[in-house]
């Protein structure tokens, strides 16, 4: 019996194959590259951005990655020209022709920066505890902290975040702790627009596939329900809204490789 993997890989395969179009959206950590202790280290193998490459520049493909990480950052990373990306949770996207960025977050950019500074003046007496201060939010891991020092992360986290007229939400995400800006705006909504403005560049007939791995990847899965194949890459330990799951990065991996491969010699 063909597991979720196979089901993707023959229908999407055969779908290229046959000369039809796609959106491929993807997220980066834990679905494009294995989880890591240091998110600098998060580096996408030379294999795999080749794939993305190959897919990006055929004329039946868009790609687009749709990351938490500063958008410059994941640009970097990826480094495939003619992907789209979107960072801080798709606060701010840019593809090769086309850019936004959420006004109501570029409001509280100032703010953010602010509470990126408190933040990184705290971490050094918190062993372990790192900033990721992004354009439009700010990140606080705490995987290397101690269980027993974990509850000062927070303590410094409420203090940083206590200022007049501030408008920020809070995200629990696999060890670390997100603060974005108040605004009727996530991967979910940055997606509906992502697919909206890259169908327009495709001929029909189009298909919309969206994969990720972590709790922010949900709204995107209920944003798309019924309009796209959705995957959550990684183990089914807990539930999920997308329509199918794969085991691990590794297989993630090897269906864009697999998508790559698919396209006619002409395309690719």
Avoid at 122 to 141: F, S
Wanted: proline fraction near 5%; include cysteine.
């Amino acid at each position: 019996m063909a597991n979720d993997f196979q089901r993707i890989l023959a229908w999407l395969t055969d779908w290229l194959a046959g000369g039809g179009s796609l959106v491929l959206m993807a997220d980066y950590d834990g679905t494009l590259t294995p989880i890591v202790s240091d998110p600098a280290d998060a580096e996408l193998e030379p294999d795999v951005r080749a794939d993305l490459g190959l897919l990006a520049r055929s004329p039946q493909v868009r790609v687009a990655i749709i990351s938490g990480r500063d958008l410059a950052d994941v640009r970097r990373r990826v480094a495939v020209p003619e992907a789209v990306y979107a960072g801080c949770h798709g606060l701010e996207i840019e593809g090769p022709d086309f850019a936004f960025r959420h006004p109501e977050a570029v409001a509280q950019q100032e703010l953010l920066r602010a509470v990126g500074e408190t933040l990184s003046q705290r971490a050094p007496a918190i062993t372990g505890m790192r900033v990721e201060p992004k354009r439009l939010a700010v990140a606080v891991h705490y995987r290397d902290v101690a269980a027993a020092e974990r509850r000062l992360v927070e303590v410094a986290l409420a203090r940083a975040i206590q200022r007049p007229g501030s408008r920020l939400k809070i995200f629990h995400g696999a060890k670390v702790i997100e603060i974005l800006p108040q605004v009727g705006w996530n991967k979910g909504h940055c997606a509906l627009w992502l697919r909206d403005r890259l169908l327009r560049d495709l001929a029909a007939p189009a298909v919309v596939f969206y994969m990720g791995d972590d709790w922010t990847d949900e709204n995107t899965f209920q944003a798309l329900k019924g309009q796209a194949i959705t995957v959550r890459v990684g183990a089914a330990d807990s539930p999920s809204k997308a329509d199918y799951r794969l085991d691990g990065v590794a297989e993630a991996q090897q269906l864009l490789a697999a998508l790559a491969g698919a396209l006619p010699r002409s395309a690719a």
